[in-house]
């Protein structure tokens, strides 16, 4: 590779934008539901806007200031793929909050109007009150500033409130610095997180309706199979020898025909989901047209005749006579199902529960929330005593448990590690940037919450995203932090980023740390000063060929713990000289001037060993060179293992035999799979951490977990222990003491290092 090419910026070019554009739009003109092609609408909306903004030069994708004329530290709104779309998430036309305050403070409904205002005594009054009640919400960062202000002021901080304001005066007139009102304050996040509020799961309760096809077959068993069940029973009367008319119907019988007629139509007009009734072809129609003939006085022709005995004949023959046991008691099935309440009023018995509970919170108690109908709430509804809520209800409900994250992965509220760290930023809210003062911590930790709510810019040249400690009202009351203090129950940010890091490798083990994750990792290990860095995962497609300096100091821990062990041999790592490496780059970024942006030394050995040095560029032979340097790194697992002190229970052989059962899951997908690499990819990650967690076990465990993967293998498909067979032998090789040659083959080839990234085709396919 040459370094001085790898600096060189790339331009980005609006292929993506245009394609994702071209996407929603097809959506928006072909798919069948409604709210799906309005959301399309406003999304290629967005996408035009990122078109607009890039073609008008106004947008300079990648950077990590992309936008013209806005601050790195604004919040801009951001699509898929990281393309800031030109505009600022808190700009936009007045919110409803906005306009109640101007009329409150009686000042012109702009946002310059409202900015200045808050800067005079009664104004700083009015956010002095929101801080002590804790009545307001921070949507985005920016709704955090005024506040600090407000905060900076009242604590005879004047020359950082004013230094605060000189640096946001500039934009109020464009973005929204007022916070948002609110009922209450926010219960602190301590031990307890959750997935979901009560008030979004009173929302997707609210968008339930009845479900067509189930109120359906409801109205056809409660309403019209006893309809038919009298119409066959009237039509029998008629039937001394068993075929229909051979009595001649008397005027009683006449006289009954048109009161049923009378209550059909009554019923047709009043229950309108079930149109079967109506089919001329259908029994219950043969029926009821024979009776409007006869009842009319027009005799039967002899083919309508055919069709009515026919139709009651296979009445009888199918359910038996109207009356008969059989019938009764199918009857009386039919009718207990459809009494059952449905799901849609058992939805709106829920809403009723959910309405006296705080909204902006999990559920602490969700067992009494899924109790049966009570008495009472049989009386005020109609529900039958006793009903229970049924699982779809339930799972809405579950969602929104506040509850330890332990505890929601166990009740699979949690579901994957990327969700885990959809729900980090609640515990380190309260946890990273801890304040001796309350109401700054309240408002620090809603600050934070919103800011990990930002979406991620493309960022290229090794540009990094915003951090939140570079915000302008955070960095004003940086002198007011507690170092080491803050967390759940007065833990530190130490005790939470080990309790965490455990959780994440024990919970999804062969799953590698989403960035999400490792960020929220990062912001901890910040709080602590460990000076443990942990990397993210790089995207092939725009990797540019470098590595920041954390990569090689990443590496240089795995170096410390794995050096002799299982996980060097099998992947041919020389971690001596890693360790030389890094001291080599230290020493030189100590002598420089400037300091290190990139880390070439670490650049070059993970593409010699990628072998990828004299290949031109593709994403695939980015993808083999970002291989390595996880490979390299064990994609954080070290840190957390050396650094971090994390000891996952049950231990590392069970956690090595799991993360098999992830390798042994996804290689099944890759049987008649037309596009598997992307599984393979997978499946080499979860291999990779099986291979670290084995490391860590005694030798003479090894020999005993490897066995038993061999066998867990034997217990699969024949296609997944065939694919798995190579790599199984590869490790059973180098356990014993052998090695690979230099393209990862050996025996002849029967013997394979299993990696995910290729250039030339996957042996695994």
């Known amino acids: 590779m040459n370094d001085n090419a790898e600096q060189q910026p790339r331009i980005v070019a609006p292929s993506y934008p245009q394609a994702q554009l071209a996407k929603a739009f097809v959506t928006a003109l072909t798919h069948e539901d409604p709210d799906?092609?309005?959301?399309?609408?406003?999304?290629?909306?967005?996408?035009?806007?990122?078109?607009?903004?890039?073609?008008?030069?106004?947008?300079?994708?990648?950077?990590?200031?992309?936008?013209?004329?806005?601050?790195?530290?604004?919040?801009?709104?951001?699509?898929?793929?990281?393309?800031?779309?030109?505009t600022a998430s808190a700009e936009g036309p007045l919110q409803p909050h906005e306009f109640e305050a101007a009329h409150l403070f009686e000042v012109p409904a702009e946002r310059r109007a409202l900015f200045a205002y808050c800067l005079t005594e009664p104004g700083l009054a009015w956010l002095w009150a929101r801080l002590d009640n804790g009545g307001y919400e921070v949507g985005v960062p920016e709704e955090a500033a005024l506040l600090t202000v407000a905060w900076l002021v009242r604590h005879g901080e004047t020359d950082a409130a004013l230094g605060l304001v000189?640096?946001?005066?500039?934009?109020?007139?464009?973005?929204?610095?007022?916070?948002?009102?609110?009922?209450?304050?926010?219960?602190?996040?301590?031990?307890?997180?959750?997935?979901?509020?009560?008030?979004?799961?009173?929302?997707?309760?609210?968008?339930?309706?009845?479900?067509?096809?189930?109120?359906?077959?409801?109205?056809?068993?409660?309403?019209?199979?006893?309809?038919?069940?009298?119409?066959?029973?009237?039509?029998?009367?008629?039937?001394?020898?068993?075929?229909?008319?051979?009595?001649?119907?008397?005027?009683?019988?006449?006289?009954?025909?048109?009161?049923?007629?009378?209550?059909?139509?009554?019923?047709?007009?009043?229950?309108?989901?079930?149109t079967k009734h109506r089919d001329p072809k259908e029994n219950l129609g043969i029926l009821r047209g024979a009776l409007e003939e006869i009842v009319a006085g027009r005799p039967l022709e002899a083919r309508r005749l055919g069709l009515l005995r026919h139709a009651a004949q296979s009445m009888v023959r199918r359910r038996g006579l109207p009356g008969s046991a059989p019938h009764t008691a199918l009857r009386r099935r039919q009718a207990e199902q459809a009494a059952l309440p449905s799901h849609h009023a058992l939805a709106q018995l829920m809403l009723r529960r959910l309405a006296v509970l705080p909204q902006e919170t999990g559920i602490n108690d969700v067992p009494a929330l899924l109790a049966v109908v009570t008495e009472e709430e049989s009386r005020e509804t109609g529900l039958p005593t006793g009903a229970v809520v049924p699982a779809a209800i339930r799972q809405v409900v579950e969602a929104a448990l506040s509850a330890p994250l332990g505890t929601l992965v166990e009740r699979g509220v949690v579901p994957s590690a990327e969700v885990l760290a959809e729900l980090v930023p609640q515990l380190v809210a309260a946890t990273a940037h801890a304040y001796d003062d309350e109401t700054l911590r309240a408002l620090m930790a809603a600050n934070y919450r919103a800011f990990r709510r930002r979406r991620s810019l493309l960022l290229l040249d090794l540009e990094q995203q915003v951090r939140v400690e570079e915000l302008p009202w955070v960095r004003a009351v940086s002198r007011q932090r507690s170092a080491g203090l803050g967390g759940p129950d007065g833990e530190g940010a130490l005790s939470v980023l080990r309790r965490l890091g455990e959780l994440a490798v024990q919970a999804f083990p062969g799953t590698l740390l989403p960035n999400p994750l490792v960020r929220?990792?990062?912001?901890?290990?910040?709080?602590?000063?460990?000076?443990?860095?942990?990397?993210?995962?790089?995207?092939?497609?725009?990797?540019?060929?470098?590595?920041?300096?954390?990569?090689?100091?990443?590496?240089?821990?795995?170096?410390?713990?794995?050096?002799?062990?299982?996980?060097?041999?099998?992947?041919?790592?020389?971690?001596?000289?890693?360790?030389?490496?890094?001291?080599?780059?230290?020493?030189?970024?100590?002598?420089?001037?400037?300091?290190?942006?990139?880390?070439?030394?670490f650049a070059r050995l993970c593409a010699e060993r990628a072998g990828t040095a004299s290949r031109s560029w593709s994403a695939a032979a980015n993808g083999t060179v970002i291989e390595q340097a996880q490979i390299l790194t064990t994609h954080n697992l070290a840190t957390l293992v050396h650094r971090v002190g994390i000891a996952p229970r049950p231990g590392w052989a069970d956690l090595a035999?799991?993360?098999?059962?992830?390798?042994?899951?996804?290689?099944?997908?890759?049987?008649?799979?037309?596009?598997?690499?992307g599984t393979i990819k997978d499946a080499a990650y979860a291999w990779r951490q099986m291979v670290f967690h084995l490391s860590l076990c005694?030798?003479?465990?090894?020999?005993?977990?490897?066995?038993?993967?061999?066998?867990?293998?034997?217990?699969?498909?024949?296609?997944?222990?065939?694919?798995?067979?190579?790599?199984?032998?590869?490790?059973?090789?180098?356990?014993?003491?052998?090695?690979?040659?230099?393209?990862?083959?050996?025996?002849?080839?029967?013997?394979?290092?299993?990696?995910?990234?290729?250039?030339?085709?996957?042996?695994?396919?």
């Not at 497609?541 to 590496?555: C, E, N, V």
């Not at 971690?575 to 070439?600: K, Q, V």
Request: with cysteine.
């Open 36 to 86: 799906t092609r309005r959301r399309a609408e406003a999304r290629g909306q967005r996408w035009r806007m990122v078109l607009s903004a890039m073609a008008a030069g106004r947008l300079s994708v990648g950077s990590r200031t992309p936008v013209e004329g806005l601050a790195p530290w604004v919040t801009l709104e951001v699509v898929r793929g990281g393309f800031a779309t030109g």
């Open 166 to 274: 000189a640096e946001l005066e500039p934009f109020a007139d464009r973005l929204r610095f007022l916070p948002r009102p609110a009922d209450g304050p926010t219960p602190p996040a301590t031990v307890a997180v959750h997935r979901r509020t009560v008030s979004d799961a009173v929302d997707t309760l609210v968008r339930r309706r009845p479900h067509t096809a189930v109120e359906t077959q409801r109205e056809a068993l409660a309403v019209w199979q006893p309809f038919g069940d009298e119409l066959l029973a009237h039509w029998l009367r008629t039937a001394p020898d068993g075929r229909i008319l051979t009595r001649v119907p008397d005027a009683g019988w006449l006289e009954q025909g048109e009161a049923l007629l009378g209550r059909y139509r009554r019923l047709a007009a009043e229950h309108t989901r079930c």
């Open 520 to 601: 929220e990792f990062g912001v901890l290990e910040r709080e602590c000063g460990l000076g443990a860095p942990f990397v993210e995962e790089l995207a092939a497609d725009i990797f540019m060929g470098t590595f920041s300096p954390k990569f090689l100091r990443a590496a240089r821990i795995a170096a410390e713990l794995l050096g002799g062990t299982l996980y060097e041999r099998y992947y041919s790592i020389d971690y001596a000289a890693i360790r030389n490496l890094a001291i080599i780059e230290t020493a030189a970024a100590l002598t420089s001037s400037t300091g290190a942006r990139t880390s070439p030394g």
């Open 657 to 677: 035999h799991r993360c098999f059962a992830t390798v042994c899951r996804l290689t099944a997908r890759v049987h008649h799979n037309p596009r598997p690499l």
């Open 698 to 765: 005694p030798p003479q465990e090894q020999g005993r977990v490897i066995a038993g993967l061999n066998e867990e293998a034997a217990r699969h498909p024949a296609h997944v222990a065939t694919r798995l067979a190579p790599a199984l032998a590869g490790l059973a090789l180098v356990a014993e003491g052998g090695t690979f040659d230099r393209d990862g083959t050996a025996d002849a080839g029967r013997a394979r290092r299993l990696v995910g990234w290729s250039t030339d085709g996957h042996w695994m396919r």
